[in-house]
């Protein structure tokens, strides 16, 4: 069984940092495409930005230059750096796992930008 787990979510203040986590297991992970997506409310989910397993990244032309993706495959984990946190980066950020006809979503992580 697929599962994704993310952390590092909370309450910043404008221009602050933090790093997400999305650890996986029961997949082969260094195979797989992964992603960071958001969705602030009221709003549709929105990709943030996508790793290939070859180390590929695309970004969202919002957050190209303050955020930043990595990955470790020892640690089966997809990191997201961000920096110059802005209130409208306020969302529940999901991690999303793809690889073959796969695709797996985890929970979701709430990052608050707010003074």
């Known amino acids: 069984q697929v599962q994704l787990v993310e952390s590092g979510g909370g309450l910043v203040q404008p221009g602050g940092s933090l790093r997400l986590s999305c650890a996986a297991s029961g997949i082969i992970f260094r195979f797989s495409t992964m992603g960071w997506y958001r969705q602030a409310p009221g709003k549709q989910r929105e990709l943030v930005v996508t790793i290939t397993n070859n180390g590929s990244t695309n970004y969202a032309d919002s957050v190209r230059g303050r955020f930043t993706i990595s990955r470790d495959n020892a640690k089966n984990t997809v990191y997201l750096q961000m920096n110059g946190l802005k209130p409208e980066d306020t969302a529940v950020y999901y991690c999303?796992?793809?690889?073959?006809?796969?695709?797996?979503w985890g929970q979701g992580t709430q990052v608050t930008v707010s003074s």
């Open positions: 999303r796992l793809r690889v073959g006809a796969g695709n797996y």
